[in-house]
């Protein structure tokens, strides 16, 4: 598969080189695969296989924090989504740890876990199944609930959750639960909030590894206490149930295994205990000839050999004996769920014979749940009746039997139905009868029926009308027999029908505005169901729009070669054809004109005499296989414009026609107004462009102006000596067109800076941070300053004025003295050079020492001086440099004088003391400028004190001083201090 190609740019994280970093798990990224792509030997994500692959790729990269088990999912996504994690350096050479499509059984979103060990990179892929993109909410979480301490907390009401234990082991000192090995379980608690028994199962449909259950009481894993386990709840099962009576306020500890060591999916379900009649042998009975029962199909289970159709997985019974032979309605209407009912005879629930099966009767038009079937019952009879919930659900169930016939049963009591097209809504005939006379209602007599039912209806116009049962809710062999007449055996036969080819029963008859029609809808043989009945009456004459566009009637075109005009014939199925005509000037009831025929409603009538300026009338009549309409209806006109507007004069700015403008932002123009004598002006329109006609380079494109004759368009891009022109045209209801006229040009001309002179004009090599004033003239805020050659770096500029810009430059020790160019150059691209306006000179670097008279010139200096102590008493101080002690009355002991015109670091260091015994640390201390600091201990080693920016030219001082502790000998001490300078050039 080739890369897929972004149109827009990518994400950041579209390459796995690029991927985003995941801090501290638990964490939940909102994050897009929108524009991604897929690299060049990139794997593919999901399960595997020819089904998937992806080519939507964003990537992340993850290094644990945990040893143990990661897991990854996309929940919440909302679409098809892929992920896979990887160890490796290149997306070439990766080494697989988990991949997943749809996280869960019927679930699209994904969901991976893997091994981690604390520090190691991993790479996590996040793709959309066969291409897709969208946003994607993607978490990363350690693996909650394998060990004991991290279980799980279930809800206290009924309900169910879809888990899986892909990775999970068991714990030091964890049971055996239901006394196998397992190896493979995950941890759950359980707090009941009021007395009685606790059911916990994995009777899911959506289960798929062989489970065992375990439930205890105790605060560690080790030191636990069974309540209840659970192996395979029922022969030939492999998903356990336990149950046990549960006590409010405790906590219980739920463990849930793979039999030795199995992994997989398990549906968990928790809650009270199932419905009484949750088993086939323990049915509720239903007794009479009209019955109903509440019940709750909460909790409830499939058996071992019991049907299942729809999805169901918790159903309930329900037994019934036929006190008679005849009709039934069976229903769960007012259940607060999506119910399936079904219908069977029988002793074992192994062993069934199935009626009928039936879920959301009608829901196709009007969105039932719930079921509503029948069937033809035999006296004596047992029959049993099953209801679940579709794919899973479950909830409150009422169920309803009747054997009590409809109420439109009989013919005298029919439903009556108004209007036009009409429907009847959800109907059906379980339980209906057959009345003494009563015509059999398919074509022949073979098409025998006995579960009639009645409706009528008045016709609203004289034509062919449709009735039908050919409605994708009618679920049953239907047929339909349309009549007149006052009683049910002295009848007229207008039509009837079996089979149709379109679908279930269906008659076209021809029908009289104001006749009443019977129609009997009745089930082939002892076929019964739901169904919904129409009648589409005859089709009317009109109305008559004009233009090609059906109910959009238009009042002008501009072609002067065909007419078009369109009509209201939607279902109209019996119409087989119309008769139609043009007529100019004025509407034609009876069409003497040219009369055209076809069997769409839509003309197109091509005529070569259609001239513009006038207008023309469609006029239709309808045709069925019974009836043609005498009475022509007529479209109210259209008329016909093909005229262009006339053309409008067009000036550069808001007033009189100028040439120039010194704005690269803004154009303006004007125009004269523009008339249509047809039908009538709409808009204009102006575009912009470096030659007429909006040739060259387009600036603007067209862009309406409503009915305004004047244009400021701000905001553009304009050059310095370019010239632009503004062209309009106008445009009419119609959509007619004027010739664009243009402006004769206008010229952007802006003066651009000079510069005039640069103050100091000259900088050393290897100078730094030195500031420099540029003067001149039209400067303008944001303008730019260069200086020709890489060893000259302009740090950076200020702008001051439109005459002065400071700079700060840096100049490379390495540069070559020279004359450089300056330039200046304002945001609109405008600029202004001085040659030679700034010099480099070659460094001239001269480093003088001075330490109490000794100097030295040199380049690098380095001098010693001699610290001496004479007669120092034990428990005294004594300081060189401040006044009255040591070598000197006032100053510093130390001056070092320094003059350098290059930067320059002065550093220092100490020699060992001598003295008459060892001394101890902190004993001889130092400061410098005088009282100003602090002092501080005498470092041994070579220390930077400062480093000096030129020019430099100063004289820094320095003090020492010496505490001899009291129990030190008394005598001289001495030491040396060297004063290093180095240069940086």
């Avoid at 209602?441 to 409706?455: A, N, P």
């Avoid at 808001?654 to 040439?659: K, N």
Wanted: with cysteine.
């Amino acid at each position: 598969m080739l890369p897929s190609i972004a149109m827009a740019a990518p994400p950041v994280n579209d390459d796995f080189a690029s991927a985003t970093v995941i801090g501290a798990s638990p964490t939940t990224i909102a994050t897009t695969n929108v524009e991604a792509t897929e690299e060049a030997g990139e794997p593919e994500h999901g399960d595997g296989g020819g089904n998937s692959y992806g080519s939507t790729s964003v990537w992340y990269r993850w290094t644990a924090t945990f040893t143990g088990v990661a897991v990854a999912d996309t929940k919440g996504s909302g679409w098809d989504t892929m992920m896979a994690a990887y160890t490796g350096a290149s997306v070439s050479t990766l080494t697989r740890l988990a991949g997943n499509d749809d996280g869960y059984p019927g679930i699209i979103d994904s969901r991976i876990a893997f091994p981690v060990t604390s520090g190691t990179v991993y790479y996590i892929a996040l793709d959309g199944f066969h291409g897709a993109t969208s946003p994607i909410t993607f978490r990363l979480n350690r693996a909650w609930n394998n060990n004991f301490t991290e279980a799980f907390v279930l809800g206290t009401s009924a309900t169910r959750g879809m888990f899986d234990n892909y990775f999970s082991n068991k714990e030091a000192g964890e049971p055996n639960h239901a006394g196998n090995v397992g190896g493979a379980s995950v941890w759950f608690t359980y707090t009941p909030t009021a007395n009685g028994t606790v059911w916990i199962d994995t009777l899911g449909l959506d289960t798929t590894v062989d489970t065992v259950i375990g439930v205890y009481t105790g605060a560690a894993v080790g030191s636990l206490t069974m309540v209840a386990n659970n192996d395979d709840w029922a022969a030939g099962e492999t998903r356990s149930r336990v149950s046990f009576a549960g006590v409010a306020g405790t906590t219980y500890r739920i463990a849930v295994d793979g039999k030795a060591g199995a992994a997989g999916y398990f549906n968990l379900r928790w809650g009270p205990a199932p419905p009484t009649n949750d088993n086939f042998s323990a049915a509720v009975t239903l007794a009479g000839a009209t019955a109903s029962s509440t019940g709750n199909s909460t909790f409830a289970t499939k058996q071992v050999g019991e049907p299942t159709f729809f999805g169901g997985e918790s159903s309930i019974w329900y037994q019934w004996t036929a006190p008679s032979s005849g009709g039934v309605r069976i229903d769960t209407l007012g259940s607060n769920f999506d119910v399936e009912i079904g219908v069977y005879t029988g002793a074992a629930v192994n062993s069934l014979t199935e009626i009928i099966k039936q879920d959301d009767h009608c829901q196709n038009s009007l969105g039932l749940l719930t079921s509503r079937t029948g069937f033809a019952a035999v006296a004596g009879t047992t029959y049993r009746f099953m209801v679940d919930g579709t794919q899973g659900r479950w909830g409150a169930v009422n169920i309803n039997l009747t054997m009590t016939p409809p109420a439109n049963d009989m013919f005298s009591a029919p439903t009556t139905l108004v209007g036009g097209s009409v429907s009847s809504g959800c109907d059906h005939n379980f339980a209906a009868t057959q009345e003494a006379g009563e015509p059999e209602h398919g074509e022949c007599v073979c098409d025998s029926g006995d579960s009639s039912v009645w409706y009528s209806w008045t016709a609203t116009a004289t034509g062919t009308a449709v009735f039908t049962t050919g409605h994708q809710d009618t679920d049953f062999d239907s047929m339909i027999g349309v009549y007149t007449g006052a009683a049910v055996n002295a009848l007229t036969i207008i039509d009837r029908n079996d089979d149709h080819p379109l679908g279930d029963a269906r008659v076209e008859v021809p029908v009289t505005s104001g006749t009443t029609y019977r129609i009997a809808v009745d089930g082939f043989t002892t076929s019964r169901g739901n169904f919904i009945v129409t009648v589409n009456p005859p089709p009317p004459n009109g109305p008559v729009s004009d233009g090609s566009v059906a109910g959009a009637d238009l009042d002008w075109q501009q072609s002067t070669t065909a007419i078009s005009a369109t009509w209201d014939a939607a279902s109209q199925e019996p119409v087989i054809g119309y008769d139609w005509c043009i007529v100019p000037n004025a509407p034609s009831s009876t069409c003497t004109g040219s009369i055209a025929s076809g069997s769409t409603a839509t003309l197109a009538f091509t005529q070569a005499g259609v001239y513009s300026e006038r207008t023309y009338f469609s006029c239709v009549r309808s045709k069925t296989a019974f009836v043609t309409a005498t009475q022509y209806e007529c479209s109210d006109g259209i008329g016909v414009d093909a005229s262009v507007p006339a053309s409008a004069g067009v000036r550069d700015s808001l007033g009189a026609d100028v040439d120039t403008t010194g704005s690269t932002t803004t154009l303006a123009a004007n125009w004269d107004s523009i008339t249509d004598p047809g039908v009538g002006f709409n808009h204009y329109e102006y575009c912009i462009g470096t030659l007429t006609a909006c040739g060259g380079t387009l600036v603007v494109n067209w862009t309406s102006t409503g009915t305004t004759t004047s244009v400021t368009r701000a905001g553009l891009t304009l050059a310095n000596g370019q010239s632009y022109y503004v062209c309009v045209r106008g445009h009419d209801d119609l959509g007619n067109v004027s010739p664009a006229t243009c402006t004769d040009g206008i010229t952007v001309t802006i003066a651009g800076p000079t510069v005039t002179s640069l103050a100091p004009a000259s900088g050393a090599q290897g100078r730094q941070d030195l500031a420099v004033t540029i003067t001149g003239t039209g400067f303008v805020n944001g303008a730019t300053v260069t200086i020709a050659g890489a060893d000259v770096v302009v740090q950076s500029r200020t702008w001051v004025s439109a005459t002065r810009i400071d700079a700060v430059l840096d100049i490379s020790s390495s540069g070559t003295p020279s004359a450089r160019d300056v330039t200046v150059t304002n945001p609109d691209t405008t600029n202004g050079t001085k040659p030679g306006g700034f010099t480099v000179t070659a460094a001239s670097i001269t480093v003088s020492l001075s330490v109490l008279g000794y100097d030295a010139p040199a380049r690098d200096a380095t001098l010693p001086y001699d610290l001496a102590f004479g007669s120092q008493q034990p428990g005294t101080i004594r300081e060189i440099g401040p006044a009255g002690s040591g070598q000197r009355t006032a100053g510093a002991a130390v001056d070092v004088t320094i003059t350098a015109d290059t930067d320059v670091t002065l550093s220092h260091s100490f020699a060992g003391w001598s003295g008459p015994s060892p001394i101890p640390a902190g004993t001889f201390t130092w400061r410098r400028n005088g009282t100003a600091n602090p002092w501080v201990a005498m470092p041994t080693a070579t220390t930077a004190e400062r480093t000096f920016v030129p020019p430099v030219s100063g004289t820094f001082g320095y003090d020492y001083r010496i505490s001899l502790p009291a129990a030190q000998q008394a005598g001289a001490y001495s030491t040396s201090v060297a004063y290093t300078v180095v240069a940086t050039v």
